[in-house]
């Protein structure tokens, strides 16, 4: 059971213009919600993170929305640049304790191609 | 300040060998994760370690293992390795926060091939 879905595997965008990748969840005590970027044989990088008493943050070039009544939440990049091509995971965190501890449950990614 | 440390990068084994891995967190991290990325499941969670105490565990076998000592460093071990266990083996730490709200920062990974 995929609790976190990431339904697009590859997204190609021109350079300046606004890349916009999609996650969905079915968990509904999802609480908190991350955006990473990964480069091959890397880790990943933290771009962004949401509450669920937000419904959008903002840093730089990056905006995450997050619609809880739909389960779903989308990154925004405006606007986009070359070095934005990487693999992108949604992850999610459940409120509270016990088996949310330290567990983020990941999307299977979406690759991002920024053409110049 | 510096960011996760793993060690090896790299490590290759042959079936029925045993691995361990470790993982220093960022200065001040007490909280240390585990997750295994492979083509075929994604990034999967193994298990999670605040204070010593292992307060957290995925859907992993017995085989896999961890531990973390008083100074916050981590280590995983593997035994009687297989095939199926070649991934990115990833460290992720977090500050204390409260629980499900803490953002992980992920170590560069080690690569683990099982011939």
């Known amino acids: 059971d995929q609790q976190v879905k990431q339904n697009s595997p590859s997204l190609s965008v021109q350079e300046g213009r606004i890349s916009i990748l999609n996650c969905d969840y079915t968990?509904?005590?999802?609480?908190?919600f991350l955006w990473y970027k990964k480069y091959p044989a890397e880790g990943p990088t933290f771009l962004i993170s949401?509450?669920?008493?937000?419904d959008k943050n903002e840093d730089g070039r990056f905006t995450v929305f997050l619609n809880k009544s739909a389960k779903h939440l989308s990154l925004h990049i405006v606007p986009s640049q070359p070095g934005d091509s990487a693999v992108y995971f949604c992850?999610?965190?459940?409120?509270?304790?016990?088996?949310?501890?330290?567990?983020?449950?990941f999307g299977q990614g979406t690759i991002l191609t920024v053409h110049p | 300040k510096a960011g996760v440390t793993q060690t090896p990068r790299y490590l290759i084994k042959t079936r029925g060998q045993q691995v361990t891995l470790s993982c220093s967190p960022i200065?001040?991290?007490?909280?240390v994760s585990w997750y295994q990325q492979t083509p075929g499941q994604g990034l999967q969670f193994l298990f999670e370690?605040?204070?010593?105490?292992?307060?957290n565990k995925g859907n992993f076998p017995g085989r896999f293992s961890g531990r973390q000592f008083s100074n916050s460093r981590s280590e995983m071990n593997v035994s009687t390795l297989e095939l199926g266990d070649s991934a990115l083996y990833l460290c992720?730490?977090?500050?204390?926060?409260?629980?499900?709200?803490?953002?992980?920062?992920f170590g560069p990974g080690t690569r683990l091939l099982v011939l």
């Open positions: 949401i509450s669920s008493i937000k």
């Open positions: 370690y605040f204070s010593e105490t292992q307060r």
């Open positions: 200065s001040g991290h007490r909280s």
């Open positions: 992850a999610a965190s459940p409120r509270g304790g016990g088996t949310s501890y330290g567990k983020l449950t």
């Open positions: 992720a730490s977090s500050y204390p926060s409260l629980a499900g709200m803490e953002t992980q920062y």
């Open positions: 968990n509904s005590m999802f609480d908190y």
